[in-house]
T-cell receptor, first 113, second 116 residues
Framework: KAGVTQTPRYLIKTRGQQVTLSCSPI?????VSWYQQTPGQGLQFLFE???????NKGNFPGRFSGRQFSNSRSEMNVSTLELGDSALYLC????????????FGPGTRLTVT | AQTVTQSQPEMSVQEAETVTLSCTYD???????LFWYKQPPSRQMILVIR??????QNATENRFSVNFQKAAKSFSLKISDSQLGDTAMYFC?????????????FGTGTRLQVTL
């Protein structure tokens, strides 16, 4: 089985722009979670989707949003980018309806200048 | 809210030796799941091992094993016969077993360097 894929792998954006990141889960996995990883804050949970519904959301401003499609692929969007949004964004998928055992993609490295 | 603490920011071990990484957590729940993830310099987060809190037996995956002490809320990872490819950041993570919320809470990580 193919693993979790994320596109693009690297992205450079300017402050104030918006960005959309994509995640394709492992085939058959319906739970998709997103995490932000920074040197200062570590790994922080953004949100989780299951069957196109957001089930859980982390403590991030409304500029961070996401969605999941009927084929379980997910996208996350960040509007009005700030310098502090520079991070590695990781997507993870799980076969469990509860999302216990999560498998991660390679991440998207976002740099905001 | 659950918290996960990894008190060893960095560790070093010689090839073929054994090393133990520490992790403690805080929760009021009785049913939950614990994981160790490895993140090598390539940045891909890899699941190393999992432990269900209701299982008394410690999980083992090849050279990796855990020492799960539920009462002490401790979950350490032992790597036997360390290999150069084990060099990575190691993260301990907690997943609640309650409700429908799905979320991993991570520790701050331990950077492990395996040397010749």
């Amino acid at each position: 089985k193919a693993g979790v894929t994320q596109t693009p792998r690297y992205l450079i954006k300017t402050r104030g722009q918006q960005v959309t990141l994509s995640c394709s889960p492992i085939s058959g996995h319906r739970s998709v979670s997103w995490y932000q990883q920074t040197p200062g804050q570590g790994l922080q949970f953004l949100f989780e989707y299951f069957s196109e519904t957001q089930r859980n959301k982390g403590n991030f401003p409304g500029r961070f949003s996401g969605r999941q499609f009927s084929n379980s692929r997910s996208e996350m969007n960040v509007s009005t980018l700030e310098l502090g949004d520079s991070a590695l964004y990781l997507c993870a998928s799980s076969a469990s309806a509860r999302g216990y055992e999560q498998y991660f993609g390679p991440g998207t490295r976002l740099t905001v200048t | 809210a659950q918290t996960v603490t990894q008190s060893q920011p960095e560790m070093s071990v010689q090839e073929a030796e054994t090393v133990t990484l520490s992790c403690t957590y805080d929760t009021s729940e009785s049913n939950y799941y614990l994981f160790w993830y490895k993140q090598p310099p390539s940045r891909q987060m890899i699941l190393v091992i999992r432990q269900e809190a209701y299982k008394q037996q410690n999980a083992t995956e090849n050279r990796f094993s855990v020492n799960f002490q539920k009462a002490a809320k401790s979950f350490s990872l032992k790597i036997s016969d360390s290999q150069l490819g084990d060099t990575a950041m190691y993260f301990c993570a907690f997943h609640s077993g309650a409700g429908t919320a799905s979320k991993l809470t991570f520790g701050t990580g331990t950077r492990l360097q395996v040397t010749l």
